[in-house]
């Protein structure tokens, strides 16, 4: 094993951990509301409805899928066959529970994998719809593979549909929007070792090591092209999905801004690029 793979190795296995850990916090979080999912909550945010579209009858794969809500509200929207994947059985078994206790289990499957494995490990050799995104890029240790493994599963006449927070928010940490406190050229890794969950930040946990990397947007796009996908769009938005900073207000749909009056920030991107 060369020095590379074993750093690469040591990466995703912390960062497993600190995610399986985390998986019973998440699912009895008022963020994720379960029991809201169950009574027929929609997790897809309005933007992504709109530039996905229709996706009735359409085979979906959502890369990354944590405890599998975004996954099967596609699903609820008519796609006929939906597929999860992420690296952390624990939030695969709540997705596996959560699809037959809302009767999706005959449309959805849900898969423990790496993303890396993605090809290897699912169903189906291609997908119409590669879904991926909300806070997903942030874990990857190389973007370039990470969007060779994504572009090999879109079907002829298909596409990837990314939506994520902005890298540009990278530069504030978690503190404020008014105070740069990080390179937005980082070239090295930011490893954390804190306790806590971005749903609860006062949670007792012990697996707190992990490593992600600050993708920047040209790093992104760049990725996505070199695959040989045809980039349709790439949108900024002015909302996000939780209130990653104080300053953030949340609006009547749910999503966060900055308050009235404040020079508006891009909050979150989307993306689409499909295959011929």
Not at 14 to 23: H, I, P, T
Request: aromatic fraction near 10%; include cysteine; hydrophobic fraction near 40%.
């Amino acid at each position: 094993m060369t020095s590379e793979s074993a750093d690469r190795e040591q990466w995703i296995e912390a960062n497993r951990a600190m995610w399986d850990e985390r998986v019973p916090i998440h699912a009895a979080s008022a963020l994720y509301d379960q029991a809201g999912f169950r009574a027929g909550r929609d997790e897809i945010r309005g933007f992504e409805a709109a530039e996905v579209g229709d996706v009735t009858g359409k085979r979906l794969v959502h890369l990354q899928c944590h405890m599998g809500q975004d996954t099967l509200s596609w699903a609820r929207r008519g796609a006929s066959k939906v597929v999860g994947l992420d690296f952390s059985k624990p939030a695969i078994d709540v997705a596996r529970d959560l699809a037959a206790d809302v009767g999706l289990a005959d449309r959805a499957e849900f898969v423990v994998s790496d993303v890396y494995e993605a090809a290897a490990s699912l169903p189906d050799e291609d997908y119409d719809i590669v879904y991926t995104g909300i806070g997903a890029l942030y874990w990857l240790p190389d973007l370039w593979r990470w969007a060779e493994t994504a572009a090999s599963l879109v079907a002829p006449g298909g596409f990837l549909y990314l939506a994520e927070f902005h890298p540009f928010l990278q530069v504030f940490g978690w503190h404020s929007t008014t105070e740069v406190v990080e390179d937005y050229f980082r070239p090295e890794p930011l490893v954390t070792d804190e306790p806590g969950s971005y749903v609860d930040i006062e949670a007792e946990t012990v697996d707190n090591l992990s490593f992600a990397r600050l993708h920047t947007m040209g790093d992104i796009v760049s990725a996505i092209c070199a695959t040989g996908l045809r980039l349709e769009f790439l949108h900024e938005h002015d909302v996000t999905v939780f209130q990653q900073f104080p300053e953030l207000v949340r609006g009547e749909d749910g999503m966060f801004r900055l308050p009235e009056g404040r020079p508006r920030l891009p909050l979150m991107y989307s993306l689409k690029a499909s295959r011929p």
